[in-house]
């Protein structure tokens, strides 16, 4: 009988490249939010693919990207301390043949590591094939890449060729996740993470930027098996509370509905959610908000 194999492999890329929309794909399940804006993935985010042929832990990162904000330094620190003791490193790119300030310190990191990386060109349902071609020179000038792969996150396109290539990189092991298991995300912080990615959807320019939400209540009635969530949204200023929350309540009632349908296809439960906006002037350039918001590195 052939041993098991565990391992863990970082995804790491400049924002908006898809790490957390390939992450969802890997495992099979929605545990990272999605959205087009940059800068939507604050929290290293783990996701456990499960296997017969053993188990992949994927960290999926935050975007890198020029810290402007106590959040934004938070951030970088977790992309940087994320590549450290892993068993592999997926560097998730455009299809673009321009190699960035992000993609080039990445790469100089992977460089210091002594553990396989890979090349991922993802969104290739975008592009011709033969615009590929740059794009492999290109970065094949930067880095003795373990493979290319070219792939697109969003229709599946090379998803099993990455997978049996990181299969190759792990070590035999038990697993260090349950086999039902997902994520090692509390529910209240999937809940809180949901609510925030409607927020980005539904909110225009900078204001959803400046949002950050705390469940303050999570509870399962016994009487009816509904699961109570209490949220409070923060944002910045008291001009955005007022976007949030929209004429008579309408753009809330909106954020809370979809953030209630997605809470439920998660919980596999009915969900009773109420919300609530506050507003906290420029939490994100104060180090102690930034923590008490959960932004902090075990």
Do not use: C, E, G, Y
């Given at each position: 009988m052939e041993e098991k194999k565990c391992g863990v492999v970082a995804v790491v890329g400049r924002p908006n490249v898809g790490k957390s929309t390939l992450t969802n794909a890997l495992v099979g399940e929605k545990i990272?939010?999605?959205?087009?804006?940059?800068?939507?993935?604050?929290?290293?985010i783990t996701g456990v693919v499960n296997r017969p042929w053993g188990q992949m832990v994927l960290l999926d990162t935050p975007g890198l990207h020029k810290a402007r904000s106590k959040l934004d330094e938070y951030m970088t620190q977790?992309?940087?301390?994320?590549?450290?003791d892993v068993d592999g490193v997926l560097l998730l790119v455009e299809p673009v043949a321009k190699l960035g300030e992000a993609e080039a310190e990445l790469i100089e990191r992977i460089k210091t590591l002594n553990v396989p990386a890979a090349l991922v060109i993802n969104k290739i349902d975008t592009v011709k094939k033969e615009d590929l071609l740059a794009v492999m020179a290109l970065y094949g000038q930067a880095h003795p890449w373990s493979a290319v792969l070219p792939i697109s996150a969003r229709t599946g396109e090379g998803l099993d060729e990455l997978l049996d290539l990181a299969r190759t990189w792990l070590p035999a092991g038990p697993a260090l996740f349950p086999e039902d298991m997902t994520t090692d995300q509390p529910e209240r912080q999937v809940c809180a993470e949901i609510l925030r990615e409607k927020l980005l959807l539904c909110l225009d320019q900078e204001v959803p930027h400046g949002t950050a939400v705390e469940v303050t209540r999570f509870l399962q009635r016994d009487r009816d098996d509904v699961i109570e969530i209490g949220a409070t949204i923060y944002c910045e200023r008291e001009g955005h509370k007022g976007i949030i929350i929209g004429r008579q309540g309408a753009m809330l009632k909106r954020?809370?509905?979809?953030?209630r349908q997605d809470m439920e296809r998660f919980m596999g439960a009915k969900v009773f959610l109420e919300t609530w906006v506050?507003?906290?002037e420029n939490w994100r350039a104060s180090d102690i908000q930034v923590r008490n918001f959960g932004y902090r590195e075990e």
């Open positions: 990272a939010i999605v959205t087009p804006k940059p800068q939507t993935t604050r929290n290293r977790v992309v940087r301390h994320s590549v450290a954020i809370s509905t979809l953030a506050k507003v906290k």
